[in-house]
């Protein structure tokens, strides 16, 4: 009766296509050059499947072993995706913020912002995105962002808009401009 293949010979195998010998991938693995040559014989034993042609001492892959490599690829990408899904599910638990800035407060505005509250909040993970006062007013409605910074007002009944800066916006004109003769300066509505 055939054995059934094993995790420790799928890692052998994955390692001697990566790593191109069989000896860089038994210290990949940690194990012996006879251990590794091993794991990957049984491997082909157990499948029924010729996985190398042994050329001049070296193991070339055949094609029964690119696409079964192509398989084991699969999985292992299955493998980074739930690691990668715990990583995500750590920084929920471990607190989050998630802002929404337009392109021209995202320079070092916002860097400044961020840096200085996580100075005092170092266990909170926090992503910026740079995006659309629109694009930003949607994703707080969907709550797909905590907080957005925009320049302009946004009259939406889901969402409490408070004014970062009472200052008024100044205007540097060049000397001699005709604009210069004014006290205050209205834009057009």
């Given amino acids: 009766m055939?054995?059934?293949?094993?995790?420790?010979q799928v890692e052998a195998f994955k390692a001697v296509i990566e790593c191109g010998t069989v000896s860089r991938a038994a210290e990949m693995l940690n194990v012996s050059q006879p251990a590794?040559?091993?794991l990957i014989a049984h491997l082909e034993e157990d499948t029924g499947l010729r996985l190398f042609d042994r050329l001049k001492g070296r193991l070339a892959p055949t094609r029964h072993g690119m696409r079964l490599y192509e398989e084991i690829d699969r999985i292992f990408a299955g493998?980074?995706?739930?690691?990668?899904?715990i990583d995500t599910i750590r920084r929920d638990e471990q607190g989050r913020l998630l802002i929404g800035v337009m392109?021209?407060?995202s320079g070092s505005f916002i860097q400044q912002a961020t840096s200085k509250f996580l100075a005092h909040q170092p266990d909170v993970f926090c992503s910026i995105q740079s995006r659309s006062s629109q694009w930003i007013t949607d994703s707080l409605?969907?709550?797909k962002l905590d907080v957005g910074l925009v320049i302009a007002p946004i009259d939406n009944p889901?969402?409490?808009?408070?004014?970062?800066m009472g200052q008024p916006v100044v205007c540097i004109l060049p000397l001699g401009h005709p604009l210069t003769a004014k006290a205050v300066i209205v834009r057009p509505t």
């Fill in 2 to 8: 055939a054995r059934r293949i094993n995790l420790r």
């Fill in 36 to 38: 590794m040559s091993k």
């Fill in 79 to 85: 493998v980074r995706q739930v690691e990668n899904a």
């Fill in 103 to 105: 392109p021209a407060l």
């Fill in 141 to 143: 409605v969907t709550r």
């Fill in 158 to 164: 889901y969402i409490v808009a408070e004014p970062m």
